[in-house]
Nanobody, 122 residues
Framework: QVQLVESGGGLVQAGDSLRLSCTAS????????MGWFRQTPGKERDFVAA??????YYADSVKGRFTISRDNAKNTVYLQMNSLKPEDSAVYYC?????????????????WGKGTLVTVST
């Protein structure tokens, strides 16, 4: 059984940094893509960043501020978030999928974590 567990969320001020972690357990060798999405109340879950087949992808809104990295030995993917803005406040979800579908597509993801809350105050 595959599990994704996120950690690292919290309350920070605008301009601060946070690093999110997502550790996978189970049949992790099957993962081609691991990534991050975020969601605020009443809105859809939006793509943030993904590590897929050795390439990195970012939403335009976080490009230059967020960095995704992956440690295969630890089955962990990280999201380093710098220069945080209040509009980055959301529940951040880790996701994983096989080779099928786009890395930016919510519906292509096969597995999800339960999420970690990030709140950025002004």
């Amino acid at each position: 059984q595959v599990q994704l567990v996120e950690s690292g969320g919290g309350l920070v001020q605008a301009g601060d940094s946070l690093r999110l972690s997502c550790t996978a357990s189970g049949r992790t060798s099957w993962f081609y893509t691991m990534g991050w999405f975020r969601q605020t109340p009443g809105k859809e879950r939006d793509f943030v960043a993904a590590w897929s087949g050795g390439s990195k992808y970012y939403a335009d809104s976080v490009k230059g501020r967020f960095t995704i990295s992956r440690d295969n030995a630890k089955n962990t993917v990280y999201l380093q978030m710098n220069s945080l803005k209040p509009e980055d406040s959301a529940v951040y979800y880790c996701a994983a999928k096989n080779r099928d579908g786009s890395s930016r597509d919510y519906y292509a993801m096969n597995y999800w974590g339960k999420g970690t809350l990030v709140t950025v105050s002004t």
